[in-house]
């Protein structure tokens, strides 16, 4: 078994890490799950930037979720969690991540700085650009919604870190209320809230 250390903090991106760690059966130790982890020196001896996630593998610090859930899931391949490298599955794990980083993160991170004064004060805050921001979500959305229209996950048709990976994201946008009218997303999101070791928080959905 490696020796896995998690850098955490619950509403974070951590989530992620910490479901796929659950899926892979892969003992770690975790440390934060407080606010004063963040910008931490322990925490920058990690990650760069003192940001969450962040892991040390064997001793290895390794950062972002998309490159831990990764490693994760590459670390026990038989259970299955992402296609071999060299694939076309893994291929679409791959493009799939960059999408939810460019067309999803990229806007409801935006929203979240310029409406709570947390990581900038809100003399700084643009609200101006949450509207937008908004709208460029829901266009990635909108694809992500038409492909599970006909899979009930998004590689292979299994569930894999890919859906840890874009469930979060989703789910974020979920709690920005952004998912009205996409049934397929919204069923999809059901299944991940299924599983036993999801980590996602349920958000209401206005109405209902």
């Keep these: 078994m490696p020796d896995i250390t998690l850098f955490e903090l ?5 989530a992620r890490v910490r479901w796929a760690l659950l899926e892979a059966g892969l003992p770690f130790e975790s440390v934060g799950n407080d606010v004063s982890i963040i910008g931490s020196d322990a925490l920058k001896a990690v990650h760069p930037l003192g ?8 001793g290895e610090p390794l950062f972002e979720s998309a490159a831990i859930v990764t490693a994760i899931a590459d670390l026990v391949p038989g259970k299955s969690l992402i296609a071999p490298s060299g694939t076309r599955n893994r291929q679409i794990h791959d493009q799939w991540l960059a999408f939810t980083l460019s ?14 004064d947390f990581v900038i004060p809100e003399s ?14 829901r ?70």
């Design 103 to 116: 067309e999803l993160e990229a806007f409801l991170q935006s929203t979240e700085i310029n409406s709570i």
């Design 10 to 14: 619950g509403p974070t991106r951590s």
């Design 51 to 58: 940001k969450l996630p962040a892991v040390l593998i064997d």
């Design 139 to 208: 266009r990635g959305a909108e694809v992500l919604n038409d492909v599970l229209g006909q899979t009930d996950f998004l590689v292979g048709n299994r569930f894999s870190v890919t859906d840890i990976f874009v469930g979060y994201a989703v789910n974020w946008g979920q709690e920005q209320d952004l998912l009205d009218g996409f049934d397929h997303l919204l069923a999809w999101q059901e299944r991940l809230f299924a599983r036993p070791h999801c980590t996602l928080k349920r958000h209401d959905r206005p109405g209902a």
């Design 124 to 137: 700084q805050h643009v609200p101006g650009i949450v509207e937008q921001n908004n709208r460029f979500f």
